[in-house]
């Protein structure tokens, strides 16, 4: 039997709520003797609709002066769950934090705030952050002052953030993925007031630039979109992160030429639907290819950029990435199915022989293209012979590596009231198939590496032997070679003399004859 949906309908009840107060600032209800103050909520029907207001750009400093002493001689901890969106957005959160004097620490006991930076993408992910409140709460028990936060994706659940209110009292502060600068105003809000403040924006607010961010390694993030507005059935993010809005050409490259200047050796630009840039810049004709095109001059050695959507990745991007360069061959693009109809269900505006197409003209431009994806089996009403159909196109496309999912309903998608026919059983049996035809193309991939000369952007030591060193090829490939940790975050040359499926080994060079 398939798994069954969670059942909210018990957290929306709050005829044990008293409402203290009610003003132009929001309400003030008591729970089980824990006030609350909801600034907003969540409301998914808001979350829904794609306004046509102009988005504005805002350029304020994002720590007024008197909160910068909040933190002094106070730590901070904060935990990330899901995408590299998410932990983009950590990376501002730890930067506005530092600048109101909080400092670092991996200690829970240390911390002074905690904040969950959640995902709402698959249901595990959903239950790993209310396990972890559950040990939380241990904790605040024995430290009063803690101040525990939720924020991220699963903040704009109406469900989830009636389900803490309810059943997790203990929390101090929830807000969503639209309104993360407001940070200080919520933690001086949850210290002098000692109430759980709830201030969840339903529709996205303006893009907010010059926040700060906190970045570590040789590696940098930068976000050049918000939200999207593709509407696959399964999918959770067009509520979560809102309508598509693009961050200014101008912007996202002074950003990146920071980076450059501070000696970032690798950028990846993301969004939710990152080669969508530019289609909401309202009297512009500004591409992500041609955004591609104006980072590829940068001094920047190496550019990725996650996540594309097949229906927007056009001819004039696949024209600039093909210049090479900067610009690494190796392209994430998820296809979910190999059977037209299950896409057309899933609502992915594309066929098999779309993207299939679309897979041609990558690799005719560009030889060593090196192509990753996202893939889910077991979605409503899947057949043995459509899955069979996303096994033949893994084989005809060839997929370096894959992430593959047991399809996992959503509260509030379409795909959610579909009957999920597919038994678990089955779903797991097709997940092991598909894992073992990605490991075999995998294995494949790495044997062409056999005898060549790759460049390594090595990231540190090997978890098993501190004597071997870990890096990445431009194509993503893992690389394990024998070196000294002086070498991290550099660049070096490395001779493929073994292979493994999702990793290759091989021995330090001088001097390239020819690096791939």
Known sequence: MS?????????????????????????????RGREIHIISEPNQREEKKR???????????????????????????????????????????????????????????????????TCAIRENAEDRVFGELGHLKTLKLENPGLLLGVCGCMSQEEGVVNRIMQKHGFVDMIFGTHNIHRLPYLIQESLFSKEMVVEVWSKEG?????????????????????????FCTYCIVPFTRGKERSRLPQDVIAEVRELARQGFKEITLLGQNVNAYGKDLTGMNYTFGDLMDDISKIDIPRVRFTTSHPRDFDDRLIEVLAKGGNLVEHIHLPVQSGSSAVLKKMSRKYT?????????????AIPHAVLTTDIIVGFPGETDEQFEETLSLVREVGFDSAFTFIYSPREGTPAAVMEDNVPMEVKKERLQRLNKTIKDYSLIGSEKFLGQVVEVLVEGESKNNATVLAGRTRSNKLVHFEGSADMIGQFVHVQITDYKTFYIKGDLVPEPVIAY
């Open 3 to 31: 798994k069954e949906i969670k059942d909210y309908s018990k957290y929306f009840d709050f005829s044990d709520a008293k409402v203290i107060s009610e003003d132009e600032t929001g309400k003030k209800i008591r729970i």
């Open 51 to 117: 306004g046509k207001q102009d988005v504005q750009v805002v350029y304020e400093e994002s720590i007024p002066e008197d909160m910068r002493m909040i933190g002094i001689g106070k730590h901070y901890l904060v935990y990330t769950f899901g995408c590299q969106m998410n932990e983009h957005d950590s990376e501002t959160i730890k930067g506005m934090l530092e600048q109101m004097g909080y400092q670092a620490t991996e200690s829970r006991e240390e911390a002074d705030i905690i904040l969950l930076n």
């Open 206 to 230: 303006d893009i907010v630039e010059n926040l700060p961010k906190k970045r570590q390694g040789m590696r940098g993030w930068v976000n050049i979109m918000y939200g999207c507005d593709k």
């Open 352 to 364: 098999r022989e779309l993207y299939l197409d679309l897979v041609g003209r990558i690799k005719t």
